[in-house]
């Protein structure tokens, strides 16, 4: 399998979904120049009210939300080829018993 280099939108969304650290309690969305220096750093125009702020800190949450659940639920549902391979396992199981 080759590694293909992800979208630069694909990156572009990856930094914002990260522009906080929970862990650390670094929120670089928690001021109007946060955001605009955010915004700046990614080449993008800077332009912000305190409206546009609050729109982006909603749909970041919204993004984190479901890029966990997407992570969450992958965990715990095996890739299609090794269930594939389990269920084989389970067959060939299965004729040594007959």
Do not use: K
Not at 27 to 46: H, K
Not at 71 to 79: L, Y
């Amino acid at each position: 399998m080759s590694y293909r280099q992800p979208l630069e939108e694909t990156r572009l969304l990856e930094s914002f979904a990260n522009t906080i650290d929970v862990e650390r309690g670094v929120d670089l969305l928690e001021s109007v120049e946060g955001m605009r220096a955010w915004l700046t750093a990614q080449g993008l125009p800077a332009h912000v009210t305190p409206h546009d702020l609050a729109r982006a800190r909603t749909l970041r949450q919204g993004l984190r939300a479901r890029l966990l659940a997407d992570g969450e639920q992958s965990r715990h549902r095996p890739r299609r080829r090794h269930r594939r391979v389990a269920s084989r396992r389970v067959l060939r199981d299965r004729e040594r018993v007959l």
